[in-house]
């Protein structure tokens, strides 16, 4: 059985449709209908000025974020446009003490971003709703994403040890609009969206997303993909006393998976070899990825400072895949050769949650409240399975499966020259089903409260608290069934001191629980014998900063300084792999960062900041050789900026800067990818009403660099130059 990356989707279809609206647009251009200027009511609730976004979707903030005793970090559909990110990873680069990880046997391969040093693939929601699946995501269905920083299980529930991330998806609103996107670029790009909204009734309006996008990925030979989708939503009862959204959302992608280049074990760094050189095999590799998810959300004022809110979500999701992985373990890099390891999974995770949440404000004793609580049920099951891969070829007499200097390995096409790998030898082996699937099954209620006290013009107090009860089960094919079951009890303090009516200083303090398995089997975090008794990892943060509005509340500019610590993490106290653990680690990060967002003038914009993590480990018993060791997967310093200017009314010009120094792959902190620098440019002209041409060059010097170092086999290489030529029309 042979795959392909290269599988048929309606991306004709959609192109096809794309294309005969560019074409109609003008006619269609009609700006006498009344409804165009109507305001569009939308999902979330805040002042724009440029790329500064004063809300979050969630009641459980009853604070503006300007207010907030708390990091947060809002990443807006205008900035994402303009950066001409297309993938849910490109848009985290906008903001800094972000890193990514990467997917390697059992840990799935997709998104995985680490916040403040800590994994966060397994605390990432979607519309306030954990989306736990494993998946590669897009952002054509995008309205904003939400980056809450630092341990935030008040909020978040089980993990969000270095803070947890929202994504808030379109909603239909009170306006009629459609919105045609055309890109074509470099390395075969072609990509189309359609985002559209049609007032049907007095009090209902329907919005439909469409995405369709080709191409190979910049500096990688052999490396393409491609994917669509379509999200279709319902609003009913615009203005009334009575709102309800659904929607669903449908994702489908194929691509050829690409572990990277493996390290030099002799230099600790990705071996000195070309950036397109590609180990895999393009007969046998392979990767489907599909996403289904519903969303009904109904909101209810029952007076005027009163607001109950429902919401529902289901979603499954597939990560089906064999992948190469150019593993070094044994030394064959020093040969001249690469071993050309298998990895492979076919997990399928479904989702159901919902939330009721009752939130307003009151008086009490004269002082002026806000307030939230609720409770959240879910329950989340996963099959993982992997495939059975074999080469075709039968090996000489003693020869072994890793070695690439033995006889029959480079001719069997077990191994690969290390120079000069040809992505296209020949594989006549066979790819099939193991059926012996681990079975992962977990079960959260939750219960919590928030509360915002206007103490005086000047002084605001919050507190935030949340009880959890957690349960998961993990029954291996033909094995016994692990479990862990726990409660726990977090919370979020804040102290807010206001010296002007545009600027804060604030304290806060807050806590998370990560017990065994959060991950549900389809994560880094996953039930074992070695963890199933434990207790859950308890970890603290301390922060102090301030926020102001600047500019006639155009600018906002944040500082923070932080503490966060960890003193029951869980190590392994015996060496080998599966070795038990106990929870008598320690892990400390001490932390700065800014953060921009807004107009610094009526053409300028930008939104970017800095982060510092002195992130290290401590007490990590039988591997206390590691104390004082940085984080794995964690840039002590960070940069990104992106920023444009309107040189007139119809031009503007502008680009990013992104930082990021050395990140281990590992604990022992032997290996590790370099410091790099990376520019984007970015130029728009809006050549009438109803079109607009935006030129984006992404690695504008086409930097050779590493965005994921992985804790032993190999480095994941970035895209090379991109360059994208885009029409967006809108009638």
Known sequence: MAASSKTPLPAQSLLTIALGMAVTAP????????????????????????????QVQSSKFTDS???????????????????GAMSFSDTLRA????????????????DRPFIRGYDAQSSTFADGLRDIGSQSREVFNIEQVEVFKGPNSAYAGRGAVGGSINIVTKTPGA??????????????????????NKVV??????RLNLMSHDADMPGRSGVDGDRWGIAPSLALGLTTQTRAKLAYYHFESHDMPDYGIPYDQATGQPAAVDRDNFYGLLNRDFRRNTVDSGLIKIEHDLGPDLLLTSTSRYGRSSNDYVVTNPDDSKGNVASGTVFRGVKSRYSVTDSLATGLDLSGSYHLGGLANRFAVGLELSKEETDADSYRVTTGVILPSGASSTHCQDAGMLEGYFCAPLS?????????????????????RTTSRSLYGFNSTDLSEQWLLSLGLRWDEYDTESTPYGGETLGNSDGFLNYQLGLVYKPAGNGSVYLSYGTSSNPPGTSNGD?????????????????KSLELGSKWDLFGDALSATVAVFRTEKNNARVAVEAGRGAPQENVGKQKVDGFELGLSGMLTANWQLFGGYSYLDATLEGNGINSQYDGNAFPNTAKHSLSLFTNYGLTDSLKVGGGAYYMSKVYGNTANTLSVPAYWRFDAMASMEVNSWMTLRLNVQNLTDKRYFDKAYAAHFATVAPGRLVTLTADLRF
């Open 27 to 54: 006619a269609l251009a009609d700006n006498s209908n009344p409804k165009k200027s109507a305001v569009e009511r939308i999902e979330v609730v805040g002042q724009h000025q440029g790329y500064k976004i004063d």
């Open 65 to 83: 974020l300007g207010d907030t005793a708390k990091s947060v970090t809002v990443i807006g559909s205008d900035l994402i446009q303009d950066m």
């Open 95 to 110: 903001t800094p003490g972000i890193t990514l990880g990467s997917g390697e046997g059992g840990n799935p391969y997709g």
């Open 175 to 196: 306006r009629d609009f459609n919105h045609l996107s055309l890109t074509a670029g470099t390395d075969n790009l072609k990509r189309a969206t359609l985002d559209t």
């Open 201 to 206: 009734g007095n009090e209902a309006a329907v």
């Open 420 to 440: 000069n790998p040809n992505p296209s030898d020949p594989w006549v082996g066979s790819i099939e089903r193991k059926g012996t699937p681990t079975h992962t």
């Open 523 to 539: 994560g880094a975090d996953r039930l074992s014998t070695s963890n199933d008794d434990l207790a859950p990892e308890d970890t």
